[in-house]
């Protein structure tokens, strides 16, 4: 592959598994304005991220079996319309019931990318090379929490919050005609799995008692739940709880996601020369368990806000190394069911990172303790998940 179309490729991947982080953080300052402008609450308009990540592993769960049968690209193009229409539903919705509705929509699209992203990366690559391209595409999925919420941010200073799934409607159309233009099939018809729901339900059968493929899976799910925590929680505590503005909140979250990029780039460089993937996941676990710890102390001790932010900062930068080599682990050993086996993956993800965000909220507001000890909760049964015997 030359270096020009591997570039090419990283682009068009990356910023479709992007998709979900992309929808998520770049409406997350517009969250009070919404409750306001909807005359709703705050758990209702939480909810439309709620329901969009449980889309998300919906939609993940249906496409990746199909994509075994029918190929890669012709889901991706159905799923990339799919995702402009439910942005463009989400814009015009006049009350919180037709936003959630649109969410929904607009989740079963997005999930099409993510789930297609992680399985023409398997139908191309092996080996060491794999969790280097999963690195690739973390750099790519760091760059969407950056400038998403800045985005999102600034719009709100010059246009109401409708502007926002507005420029993500634009996005899924520049990124549907990518898929046109260049990206070409990469399952051959010779190795697609046949149509069957039988021959689906064995697939997932077997990954379910892959106990070497759940525990990667179950440890990736259990860290993304605690950075959906912080996801999820952040917009509220920070700009109610410690004052931010939503251009300052912004600018933390991007600067957070921008931990992503440098520490996911720094993993695929370190990977298969100075440690190996599974010894980076296991350190990579073990410092976010610790800034969990940090989380909960300074909102315990009611500590600066500089060092909670640091805190922060150390949890979610360590997601893009636990992805990168927990879902090159996982999925090395399922290059004949990559559809089924990142499907499965997206699923336990969002599901378990759905769960989280629902328990965080069950007293009817988000606190900023409920966040730390949600954070801090996942991360550490993450590390001991990771830790089991194979």
């Known amino acids: ?160 919050w409708r502007a926002v799934f507005l420029t993500l409607a634009a996005v899924g159309a520049v990124l549907l005609l990518a898929v046109v233009v260049a990206l070409p099939e990469s399952l051959p018809a010779g190795d697609r799995a046949p149509a069957h729901l039988r021959a689906a339900l064995r697939t997932f059968r077997m990954l379910v008692t892959d106990r070497h493929y759940l525990r990667y899976v179950l440890a990736a799910a259990l860290m993304f739940a605690a950075v959906f925590a912080y996801i999820s929680g952040s917009s509220f505590v920070l700009q109610d709880t410690y004052g931010l503005t939503a251009q300052q909140f912004s600018l933390v979250f991007g600067l957070n996601g921008l931990g992503i990029v440098l520490l996911g780039q720094a993993g695929g460089l370190l990977v298969g020369r100075v440690a190996t993937a599974h010894t980076l996941l296991r350190a990579s676990l073990a410092v976010a368990a610790l800034g969990s710890t940090g989380v909960l102390t300074s909102v315990t001790l009611d500590l600066p806000l500089p060092l909670l932010l640091a805190c922060l900062f150390t949890v979610v930068s360590m997601l893009g190394v636990v992805l990168a080599n927990a879902t090159s682990l996982a999925m090395a050993g399922h290059g004949s069911a990559a559809g089924a086996a990142s499907s499965l993956q997206g699923l336990l993800q969002f599901l378990v990172g759905s769960l989280a965000a629902s328990a965080m909220s069950l007293p009817g507001h988000v606190t900023a303790t409920a966040m730390a000890t949600t954070m801090l909760v996942c991360s550490v049964a993450a590390l001991v998940v990771l830790g089991a015997r194979r």
Not at 58 to 79: A, K
Not at 115 to 142: E, K, P, Q, Y
């Open 1 to 160: 592959m030359t270096t020009g179309r591997r570039g090419r490729l990283a682009l068009i991947l990356g910023s479709l598994s992007a998709f979900g982080a992309l929808t998520i953080d770049m409406y997350l300052p517009a969250m009070p304005v919404m409750a306001s402008e909807l005359r709703t609450s705050a758990p209702t308009v939480q909810l439309t991220l709620t329901v969009f990540v449980v889309g998300l592993a919906v939609g993940q769960v249906v496409v990746g079996p199909l994509s075994d049968t029918w190929g890669r690209r012709r889901p991706l193009l159905v799923g990339t319309t799919v995702y402009v229409v439910g942005s463009l539903w989400c814009a015009l919705a006049p009350t919180a019931g037709w936003l959630i509705g649109g969410r929904i929509l607009q989740s079963l699209g997005a999930a099409t990318g993510m789930v297609l992203a992680r399985a023409v990366v398997r139908d191309l690559f092996h080996g060491t090379a794999l969790t280097r391209f999963f690195s690739t595409l973390m750099v790519i999925n760091g760059v969407a929490p950056i400038v998403a919420p800045v985005i999102g941010g600034q719009l709100l200073t010059v246009a109401s």
